[in-house]
């Protein structure tokens, strides 16, 4: 998982105020995948963005998260009015091209958001 | 929607040992993939499985792509104490082919391995 970079590893915020989680995909790779990982369970699928595109948002709650992967600088999921239920950890993966068979996309270390 | 579902939850061993364990899915999936994840850090890919029936190692690891598309299985031989961490399956969903951009991740195995 080198390369891809996340940033703050870790987090804490009160409820009702904002969190931004920043990753920067590693060189070359133009797709990035967000995951939550709630405590004790598997990761699920967020949403999937290239660059300026958001490509497929199924899995990103209907309210109060948002991302972007801007033309120039890092993809941002944003998370407005915390609740304690978004304590999480935040994983982003990054691809050179669609995700397809025999392509590895790579996770960073991930954001551990706490809600206090 | 589409789940997997791992055994064992957890497992306790001694340096030395073989582990065994396994993911199943009431549906189908066309790709399976194998991660680990250590204390702290993202996932990161062990293996990947393509074809039913397709046995696959890497190193101490082998893992297969069960003929029914709805299972598949780990094994590490001849443990060590850095294979210590939460062992991860994952597919792309039915509706996506062979295409992984998206993945469901399994319940998880975490596995201790005791020098």
């Known amino acids: 998982n080198a390369g891809v970079m996340q940033n703050p590893r870790h987090l804490v915020r009160r409820r009702g105020q904002e969190a931004r989680l920043r990753c920067s995909p590693m060189?070359?790779?133009?797709?990035v995948y967000w995951y939550r990982q709630l405590p004790e369970e598997g990761l699920k699928f967020m949403v999937y963005?290239?660059?300026?595109?958001?490509?497929?948002e199924s899995g990103m709650p209907k309210e109060r998260f948002s991302a972007e992967f801007p033309k120039e600088g890092p993809s941002i999921l944003r998370i407005q009015q915390v609740v304690r239920g978004d304590s999480a950890a935040y994983f982003c993966?990054?691809?050179?091209?669609?995700?397809?068979?025999?392509?590895?996309?790579?996770f960073g270390q991930g954001t551990r958001l706490t809600v206090v | 929607g589409q789940q997997l579902n791992q055994s064992p939850q957890s497992m306790f061993i001694q340096e030395g040992e073989d582990v065994s364990m396994n993911c199943t899915s009431s549906?189908?999936?066309?790709?399976w993939l194998w991660y680990k994840q250590e204390p702290g850090e993202g996932p990161v890919l062990l293996i990947a499985?393509?074809?039913?029936?397709e046995l696959t190692s890497n190193g101490r690891l082998t893992a297969q792509f069960g003929i029914t598309r709805k299972d598949s299985f780990l094994n590490i031989s001849a443990s060590i104490p850095s294979d210590v961490g939460i062992y991860f399956c994952?597919?792309?969903?039915?509706?996506?082919?062979?295409?992984?951009?998206?993945?469901?991740f399994g319940t998880g195995t975490l596995l201790a391995v005791q020098p």
């Open positions: 993966a990054s691809s050179p091209n669609r995700w397809v068979d025999d392509t590895e996309a790579f």
């Open positions: 060189k070359g790779h133009s797709h």
């Open positions: 963005l290239q660059k300026e595109n958001i490509i497929d």
């Open positions: 549906s189908i999936f066309n790709t």
């Open positions: 499985l393509y074809k039913a029936g």
């Open positions: 994952a597919g792309p969903p039915i509706d996506y082919g062979g295409a992984t951009n998206k993945l469901i």
